[in-house]
Nanobody
Framework: VQLQASGGGLVQAGGSLRLSCTAS????????MGWYRQAPGKQRELVAA???????NYADSVKGRFTIFRDYAKNTVYLQMNSLKSEDTAVYYC?????????????WGQGTQVTVSS
């Protein structure tokens, strides 16, 4: 299984970006999908997650600014990021809990850089 993330870039504070991440390969079903981020010198942290049923949760720091949603038919998860702040600068990683025909796998994408200039 591969997770291909895209959509990162350089944006000014107050701007918006949309990240996307598509899962492909041997997939029977996908449980939760989510986005994590890691800033230089910091631990990776959960930004937002969405279950197969559509329930969402967000880090307190992004509530009201970020929205996570899925296209179930395309095995894709999105992160709409509005009102970006310099502290949102990080490498963003997508994650998916994937059921194969013979097991279950916790998959990670390659990371996409988001840089917010103040």
């Amino acid at each position: 299984v591969q997770l291909q993330a895209s959509g990162g870039g350089l944006v000014q504070a107050g701007g918006s970006l949309r990240l996307s991440c598509t899962a492909s390969g041997d997939i029977f079903s996908i449980n939760a999908m989510g986005w994590y981020r890691q800033a230089p010198g910091k631990q990776r942290e959960l930004v937002a997650a969405i279950t197969s049923g559509g329930s969402t949760n967000y880090a307190d720091s992004v509530k009201g600014r970020f929205t996570i949603f899925r296209d179930y038919a395309k095995n894709t998860v999105y992160l709409q990021m509005n009102s970006l702040k310099s502290e949102d600068t990080a490498v963003y990683y997508c994650n998916a809990d994937i059921e194969h025909w013979v097991g279950r796998e916790d998959c990670w994408g390659q990371g996409t850089q988001v840089t917010v200039s103040s």
